[in-house]
């Protein structure tokens, strides 16, 4: 019966001229994994809408599952910044562009930093003598 007056309004609806729009909103889905390939499991991922640079707003969030992926649904069509957190690390930005109906795929590695080794002399410019006990301090 619910059917019938459903399709009996759609009808009636088209035979006025009444118009609506169906808001056919995407998604950005994918998988977060270490730098092993291994699944990041708990991993927050985070969509904000672009509004012109500004980033303000909220568009949605997901946590990975066992294999490590993740699906943000509902997001209206636009450009996206997304980002992954896992256990304290956080992935650089990416830009993503939801289309309406479509999913639009964001994979993320988070790994262990890269590390290496330093090695070199400390020296006096003046006289070119090593510096005994001089601290070398690395940012990057």
Known sequence: MFSRLGSLAIGLGLLLGLSTTINAQGAIAGSATDGSGAPLVGAVVVAFPDFSGFGFGFGGLATTDTNG?????GLDAGDYTVRCIHAGQFSSPV??????????????????????????????????DPVADAWVLVYG
């Not at 992926?69 to 649904?73: A, M």
């Not at 002399?121 to 003046?126: A, D, E, G, L, Q």
């Open 69 to 73: 992926d993740y699906e943000i649904g």
């Open 95 to 128: 830009t993503a562009t939801v289309t309406d109906g479509m999913t639009t795929t964001v994979d993320f590695v988070i790994g262990t930093p890269d590390t290496g080794t330093l090695n070199g002399t400390v020296t006096n410019s003046v006289t070119g």
